[in-house]
């Protein structure tokens, strides 16, 4: 029996109002389990046999729009930026450290409100898809964005949760 890939998930809360950091916790991991279960099964990702790491960072706007400023050049807050340790393509090796991911709270809590839906579904599919940006996926051209937008709906359907882009065919 073949074992299935793991990350190590490494947490930093830097501001915010997260709440319970253990459900936060079990949230992320449960959504990068499914990611990486994906990724390995669907589109052959391959996995190094020690754990690779991935760092979640949990802001607030402020903060956020700060990073966004200094490195996108954008002085607004987002609800979530990722950054690579090392350049990776879709399919690549990842090494040791895969790099961060980055959750804004008070951004992420007026998204869920207007799409109504629950904001830890919101938080879910926000890891997931900083998580598919580790990996080199990218939405800046059309068919790019199809792909990672199928991909993130597959990863989130196996999670029992809905498209978030509500017309995203699974690949």
Do not use: C
């Amino acid at each position: 029996m073949t074992k299935s890939p793991a990350i190590s998930l490494a947490l930093a809360v830097e501001g915010g109002e997260w709440g319970d950091l253990e459900a936060v916790e079990a949230l992320a991991e449960t959504a990068l389990a499914a990611a990486v279960a994906d990724l390995a099964g669907h589109e052959a990702q391959p996995f190094p046999e020690t754990p690779p790491e991935v760092s979640l960072v949990l802001a607030d706007d402020a903060m956020m729009t700060d990073i966004n400023s200094q490195w996108r050049n954008q002085p607004k807050p987002t609800n979530v930026l990722s950054f690579p340790a090392f350049p990776l393509v879709p399919g690549g090796q990842p090494g040791p450290m895969l790099g961060d991911i980055i959750l804004a709270r008070e951004t992420i809590e007026r998204e869920a409100a207007e799409l109504d839906k629950p904001i830890d579904e919101h938080i879910t599919h926000l890891i997931v898809h900083g998580f598919l940006h580790l990996f080199g996926y990218d939405h800046i051209e059309n068919s790019d964005a199809e792909e990672m937008e199928a991909i993130e709906t597959r990863i989130l359907a196996s999670l029992d949760l809905s498209d978030p882009y509500g017309d995203t065919e699974p690949v």
